[in-house]
């Protein structure tokens, strides 16, 4: 003999509701995160003042994915944007070789900018120090995020 038994949960659908708005605060988090990066890298790619902030504009950064799988990403597409980064090692011949060479041979061509590039330069580092610096903050994104879903939760 079969006994069956019903249990009948009263306010699940409410409950559902309110879970199913959960991804918003992340996605919100998400982007906030994804500014800071932005800012904390274009304020480092500027390493001066005088900076015109050429690199600086390149960079861009964007939120991909949906719901709790979110994804947010900061790159720079400009080619002298590893230079900046790490550094130059420079080349065998430094500045001084390259302008004897220069006048030794009129016939080859050396740019300003082949000469600079000659240079050994230390890197900013301005991506690496934007990506620790949030992933200090992070934290705290995490907790305004915590205590805004439980607000929202407990509305």
Known sequence: MATSITVTVKGLEELQRKLADTPKPL????FRVRGHLLKAAKEGAKPHPGDKGTLANTIKGSVTGTGVA??????????????????RSGSHMGVGQAILFKKRHPGVSLTVRQLIKLRKTRGV?????????????LP??????????????NS
């Open 27 to 30: 996605k919100r988090m998400m």
């Open 70 to 87: 979110l994804t947010s990403r900061t790159f720079t597409s400009n080619p002298i944007a590893q230079d900046v980064e790490k550094g």
């Open 125 to 137: 580092h301005f991506m690496e120090k934007a990506a620790e610096d949030t992933a200090a903050k």
């Open 140 to 153: 705290e994104f995490i907790r305004n995020t915590e205590a805004q879903i439980e607000r929202e939760f």
